[in-house]
Structures are given as C-alpha cells and as structure tokens.
C-alpha cells in the first residue's frame, strides 16, 4: 500500500512541482536584477542652470542611499552624445528641446521638461524689427559652435530665408554678446538662457540695445512643436525703468531630463520621484521674487519629442510606491521585486497546492468507486433477467472477478472504511447469487435409471 500510494501521489505531485517552476520562471523574465549602487547624470559646466539642477537632484537621490555622479560636460549637444553613445556610462542627461526626438534617439525617454528657456533675439539700430527675415544681410551671433543655441539659431534663421549665403553667421560666447553689440562688431544676436541669466539681464538693460517683439510667435510654435509661446510684460525686469516698455512676445525651448532605455527601474523611479518633488517645490529667488517662466509638475508629463516610460509616468501621476513610501530605498526595491515574484505564488501555486489534495483523494475514491459501478450493474442483471444455472454461473464468474480486483485494490489508511465497506458489498452480492442458486428445481430422476430399479426389484 504505501508504495502505490507514494507512486500514486508523485504521479500527481510532479505536475504541480513543474507548473509551479514555470509560472516562476515566466515571473523571473519580469523581475530586474537589483539596481546598481550608482548612475551618472551630464548636465553643463559648474554654476550653470543645468548643473545647479543636477545638483538638486544629487542631494535627494543619494539620500536614499544611491550615488549620483554629476558630470560637467560643454552642454547640450555633449550630453546627448554622451547619452547615445553605447560605451559611455551616463544614463541620464539635461538637454535643450528641439536638438533631437524620438525618431533620431528612438534609445532614449523624457522624464519630462524641467527649465523653460527663451529665445532672446537682441539688435541695435533705429529700424524696429519684429520677424527674424528682416535680419537678413546682417551680422548675427548664433552663439558657440555645437551649441544648442547655434543649433536652433540656424534652424530659425534658415527657416526665415537668413543663410550664410545672405548674412554673416558668427559663432561667439555668450557672455561676450553685450560688447560686441554695444561696439558695433554685431547688428543682431540669438541666445537660448533663463530670463534670470546674466547676460539677458545685462542686455535688457543696455539702452542702445532692443529685444525683439516676435510678430511670428504662434506661427513658429505652430511649426516647430518643441517651441511655446512666452510673453515678457511690460516693465517686468525693471519696474522703474520700465523694462521692457512694452509686453513682449517671445518662444521658448524647454530643457528636458533625458534617460536611457537601460537606466534600471528602480532609479528610474527613484529619480521620477525626486524630480516631481524638485519641480513641485516654490521657484523663488532669493529675494522672495518670483523667478520668470518656471516650469510645474504639470510639465513632467507633456513632451512633445520624446516617449515618457510608463514607470516614471506611474510615478508622476501615482507617486512612489508604498514600499517606496515606507521604506528605504534598497529594502523597498528588494520587496518590490519579491512581490512580483509573490504574483504567481498566490495565484497559481497556492491555489495548486490545496488542489493536489483534493484531487488525490478524488482519485483514490474513484479507484473505489469504478467497482462499485461495477458491482452495481450485476446486481441490476440479478433483478431483470431469468435466473437460468447458466446465467448463475456467468455472474458467479463476473463477481469472482471483481472481488480479485477490489481485493487488489490499494489506498491510504483514511480510505480503508471505504474500501472494506465495498468488500461486504461484494459479499452481499454473492450471498443474493447462492440465494439464487438454492432457489433452483432440482433435477427429476432420469428414466432409465428408474427401468434398472424395476428390474433389480423383480429378480
């Protein structure tokens, strides 16, 4: 009995074993390995809008126990570079919008738009210019070469006819702007900075110097969909003396937080979640002033360039998760990757493993019950046909069968009532077929066997 019964419920066991390995092995492809100790992010030279951001974000992420590495890099096009480069180990970036999309870096995803900067076109001159066309012919900065504002100067211009063919494009530093407008060595200049950039403030407040009214505002955002609409009001950089004398259309590009498609999860959220918080926070100067055209949470979710993964935009709408909440961070992301794992323990193998007992037991009494059926079709023949001796024999030798087998019959302990309960039933059975048998005519005297009596009887 027990080796049947240790055959019986390996037989049943096994199956369950490798369903239970498979569902955990398909969980396995979803769970990541743990996240490494630390990442890199690119963002500009020290004391830039980028690196100060950058260093934000260092502050809060290694509070939660990972190292973030901030790299100096010469801007844009150099964080970008380092982020498509297959060799380079920075994972995240901060880049001006418009110098790529999805189509050219289909490797990386937006955490979002963080700084809003404005195109700032400067000129001097009496004449008062308000479409980029009319700077055709003339001198322009466009800022330094491989630059995100050179970049997107270019594309301005060219977009309004202005080529190095007609006009004198000339690649220069930004903060020399101001001199070389004042001393006449330029008629015009593109720069791409915060409103709160020194060199904006220097040059709004040169006299001989004006900023253009952009009369082509909506047309160029309407065209170019990482550009938008800002407008400067009149006298709000200088309230005294009324800077800028009037308001003042303008578009803007928006920086972007950049990260690529192998950043791992976990920092990825991490990083979302530092990032919503740092864009939630009040963007003041020290002053207690307003600083101009900052940029909410209700940016972290609208890129126009650039796929948002769904982690970080879990994050952005949800919030971190409760491990997350609760928890540090390495104790969180561990419960993280073991509740994916839990998935298929609750739904397949808990429920599995209360079944194979049922599903034993059923298959024990079915052992029992099969002659049962058995048993009860003969005794249903018993009561519907004429008991002939040949009839009695044929059912004689059926039961002798069943009780061969049922004797054969093999079962756990919890089962053995049942089973010798079938034992009396087949013993009942046979009592009603030798009822039957007694209840048979006994044979009459042959005849001849009479004629030798009579004649032995004369003798």
């Known amino acids: 009995m027990r080796r049947f019964f240790s055959l019986e ?21 979803y769970v990541k390995p743990a996240p490494p100790p630390s990442f890199a992010i690119s963002a500009a030279s020290a004391g830039s809008p980028y690196y100060d951001l950058a260093m934000r974000f260092k502050e809060q992420v290694e509070k939660k126990g990972v190292k973030l590495e901030v790299r100096e890099s010469q801007g844009s ?5 380092l982020l498509k480069d297959d060799d380079s180990d920075v994972q995240a970036g901060i880049v001006q919008g418009g110098l790529s999309n999805h189509i050219d870096s289909p490797q990386l995803f937006s955490m979002g738009r963080l700084l809003t900067e404005p195109v700032w076109i400067f000129y001097h001159g009496t004449q008062t210019i308000d479409h980029i066309t009319q700077l055709k012919g003339k001198r322009i900065l466009i800022g330094p070469e491989g630059s995100g504002t050179s970049s ?72 170019y969909p990482y550009l938008s609409a800002v407008v400067l009001r009149q006298g709000v950089i200088d309230f005294a003396k009324n ?19 192998d950043l791992h999860p976990a920092l ?7 990032v919503m918080a740092a864009q939630s926070e009040p963007a003041l100067k020290p002053t207690g002033e307003s600083k101009l055209f900052t940029l909410g949470t209700e940016a972290l979710t609208d890129d126009p360039e650039f796929s948002i993964s769904d982690d970080v935009r879990r994050v952005y709408k949800s919030g971190p998760t409760f491990f997350q909440r609760v928890l540090p961070f390495w104790v969180a992301t561990l419960f993280d990757r073991a509740f994916i794992l839990l998935l298929p323990v609750i739904g ?10 049922g599903f034993y037991n059923w298959r024990m009494r079915q052992r029992i019950l099969r002659w049962y059926r058995a048993l009860k079709l003969l005794e249903r023949d018993l009561a519907k046909n004429t008991a002939t001796p040949e009839f009695i024999e044929r059912k004689e030798k059926e039961l002798d069968l069943i009780e061969q087998k049922v004797w054969g ?21 046979r009592r009603r077929i030798a009822h039957l048998r007694e209840k048979q005519p006994k044979p009459s005297p ?11 009887a004369r003798s």
């Open 348 to 357: 397949i193998i808990v429920p599995l493993f209360r079944l194979v007992p």
């Open 9 to 29: 419920y390996l037989a049943i066991l096994i199956p369950a074993v490798l369903i239970c390995v498979g569902a955990v092995w398909f969980a396995l492809r």
């Open 243 to 261: 800077i800028p004398p009037s308001d003042t259309s303008l578009v803007a590009t928006k920086a972007m937080l950049l990260i690529r498609d």
């Open 77 to 81: 096009f150099d964080n970008l570079k």
């Open 268 to 274: 990825r959220t991490l990083l979302a979640g530092v």
């Open 446 to 456: 042959q005849p001849a066997a009479v004629g030798r009596s009579l004649v032995l």
């Open 152 to 223: 997107l100067a270019k594309k301005l211009l060219d977009a309004n006819g202005v080529t190095p063919e007609n006009s004198k494009l000339i690649a220069m530093e930004l903060p020399a702007y101001p001199d070389a407008l004042s001393n006449n060595s330029a008629d015009a200049g593109f720069l791409v900075l915060g409103a709160e950039a020194k060199t904006v403030q220097k040059l709004l407040r040169q006299p001989d110097i004006k900023l253009m009214n952009m009369a082509q505002a909506d047309a160029l955002i309407q065209r």
């Open 409 to 429: 019959i093999s079962v756990p302990d919890q089962f053995a009532p049942e089973l010798y309960t079938l034992r009396d039933h087949v013993e009942f059975v």
